[in-house]
T-cell receptor, first 115, second 113 residues
């Protein structure tokens, strides 16, 4: 089955700096890679996702890059703000195979943005 | 639109007691997932439903866990009997066919004493 590794486990940046979180996956058939943000005690919320037919996707201060050959993808947050502080999870799945569309999550990165 | 609803939000029980969690997915979402999230970890799939059919329950510990989605809408996850190691957050998520995004509920935090 799929295995997703995520680094770093914790990340502290100063407000206004950039943050980068990296994930690797093992199943070359995976083709959908979402990123979820989870604030303390709250539900995971999708912030951006990418499919394997593109290499990069951007939404305001958030971007995701995908390297299919190396089987890794990264989340980039620019101009970080205190409200970006949360735990971020990457995930991978293969939605085109019917019953195999479950998400496999990484172990999470706790991002702290300091003033 | 209303999001995924779960109840209760918190539950504290003694070991060996039964417990049940309820999930109401987003209206019209055919696919429903139950995930287990241990502290400091990512969610792990327990069971996935397509309408009322459980299509992936390979990760569900069937000796003590059971789930149902009788009418293909709401779902209940049950543990009987609960063990200390079951303390975790139980998340429900739903998804509509043809889209990739899974929408999560707020979860039920279970504490087994």
């Amino acid at each position: 089955g799929e295995n997703v590794e995520q680094h770093p486990s914790t990340l502290s940046v100063q407000e206004g700096d950039s943050a980068v979180i990296k994930c690797t996956y093992s199943d070359s058939a995976s083709n959908y890679f979402p990123w979820y943000k989870q604030e303390l005690g709250k539900r995971p919320q999708l912030i951006i996702d990418i499919r394997s037919n593109v290499g990069e996707k951007k939404d305001q201060r958030i971007a995701v890059t995908l390297n299919k050959t190396a089987k890794h993808f990264s989340l980039h947050i620019t101009e970080t703000q205190p409200e970006d502080s949360a735990v971020y999870f990457c995930a991978a799945s293969n939605p085109n195979t019917g019953t195999a569309s479950k998400l496999t999550f990484g172990t999470g990165t706790r991002l702290q943005v300091t003033l | 639109e209303a999001g995924v609803v779960q109840s209760p939000r918190y539950k504290i029980i003694e070991k060996k007691q039964p417990v049940a969690f309820w999930c109401n997915p987003i209206s019209g979402h055919n696919t429903l997932y139950w995930y287990l999230q241990n502290l400091g970890q990512g969610p792990e799939l327990l069971i996935r439903y397509e309408n009322e059919e459980a299509v992936d329950d390979s990760q569900l510990p069937k000796d003590r866990f059971s789930a149902e989605r009788l009418k293909g809408v709401d779902s209940t996850l049950k543990i009987q009997p609960a063990e200390l190691g079951d303390s975790a957050v139980y998340l429900c998520a739903s998804q509509t066919w043809g889209e990739d995004t899974q929408y999560f509920g707020p979860g039920t935090r279970l504490t087994v004493l």
